[in-house]
């Protein structure tokens, strides 16, 4: 297969790095304007095309069926190259997010629908891992009862990206540029993963909040108008009983760091740590009238990493017809639970999404 890249920063390596451990052969081909972003791309990866013009890049051969492009630019720059790849006759994965509003997610879809291509997200970087898979088995076994709750929060004290994370990045800070703050550079995540364990077939936002805490590293030379907390009461629903869900993100917080993130149901609950394959995995209930909790068997670790799994799943995908990524009018309507969180924060009005089956049906 060929794996055409367009951008060749520090995501577009990773995906090099994962296209490596792939059971096909992928050949590499690398577009960026930047020569030192080629060069520096270069020295990993000698082997590969290297072109300063995503067009050009993709002009320069046919396409094949399986050959799969990446957009690994800033979100601002995701419209044009997705249509540009797509229209080329290949199949797109492109970086989270997906885009920078709802118009631009559903043009991707409809560019993809009439190319007859594949497109896909690479916020499913989680889904897949050990102990995700042991979370769903528990639910899955009926042992949590009627499930009815979730806590899913997320708290860094100082990670912003733009400022202590990629400081040379400040595009991250420009709302213009990325999109949004915390929520749409983590967001992408924290939905896949709980929409991959609770599958709602809709999320209801019923209160939503965005603040910007101010610290004395806060940059005066840019552009910062974006979140880095964020928070919202929301509820699942599918097949069984509604799960109200509380959900907090935050890359500086002057409150404590945490994370957790638990499921609770009738008869028991469970917890873990979404972002940590190395945590374990513990399920609570009762016995005897007294609380006792027990460690989950996960299985071993996998030999993929979280910078894999995009690649894997939507490979597996274009191979099989289904798997773990979110592909088509599923990753539009995960991209579309980003926009509905803002505009319950900047209205106050509820906002309530449909959600694609894994087929990328809905009910």
């Not at 997906?98 to 896909?120: F, I, Q, S």
């Not at 102990?131 to 860094?156: I, N, Q």
């Not at 603040?211 to 928070?231: C, I, S």
């Amino acid at each position: 297969m060929r794996l055409y890249l367009i951008g060749a920063g520090v995501i577009a390596r990773t995906h090099a790095e994962a296209a490596a451990k792939l059971p096909v052969t992928a050949e590499l081909r690398v577009a960026d304007p930047s020569p030192a972003a080629l060069e520096a791309f270069a020295e990993r990866f000698p082997d590969a095309l290297r072109f300063a013009d995503a067009e050009a890049m993709l002009a320069a051969e046919p396409p094949r069926e399986d050959d799969i492009v990446i957009v690994a630019t800033p979100p601002f720059a995701h419209l044009e190259p997705v249509k540009l790849a797509l229209r080329s006759g290949r199949h797109v994965l492109c970086e989270k997010p997906l885009a920078m509003n709802d118009a631009e997610a559903e043009e991707m879809l409809r560019v993809a629908g009439e190319c007859g291509r594949k497109l896909g997200c690479c916020s499913v970087r989680f889904k897949g891992m050990a102990h995700m898979e042991a979370v769903k088995r528990v639910l899955r076994s009926g042992a949590l009862g009627d499930v009815y709750h979730a806590t899913f929060a997320h708290k860094s004290e100082r990670s912003r990206a733009g400022i202590e994370y990629q400081p040379a990045s400040r595009w991250f800070l420009d709302k213009s540029k990325s999109g949004g703050g915390i929520l749409i550079d983590w967001g992408p995540y924290d939905f896949a993963t709980l929409i991959d364990v609770l599958d709602p077939a809709e999320i209801e936002f019923g209160g939503a909040w965005t603040r910007r805490p101010v610290t004395e590293a806060d940059p005066a030379d840019v552009v910062f108008d974006v979140e880095t907390h964020a928070g919202a009461y929301m509820t699942f629903r599918g097949a069984g009983e509604p799960v109200r869900v509380h959900y907090e993100r935050a890359s500086c917080a002057h409150g404590e760091a945490c994370g957790r993130a638990e499921i609770e149901g009738t008869r028991g609950a469970v917890r873990w740590h979404p972002f940590d394959s190395k945590q374990p995995v513990y399920i609570r209930y009762d016995k005897g009238g007294s609380i006792v909790e027990e460690q989950v068997e996960t299985g071993p670790r996998g030999d993929l990493t979280i910078f894999d799994n995009p690649l894997f799943h939507f490979w597996a995908e274009l191979q099989n017809g289904e798997s773990l990524s979110n592909t088509g009018r599923r990753a539009v309507d995960h991209f579309r639970c980003l926009s509905a969180f803002y505009a319950c924060a900047e209205t106050g009005q509820k906002q309530t999404v449909a959600i694609a089956g894994a087929k990328g049906e809905r009910a």
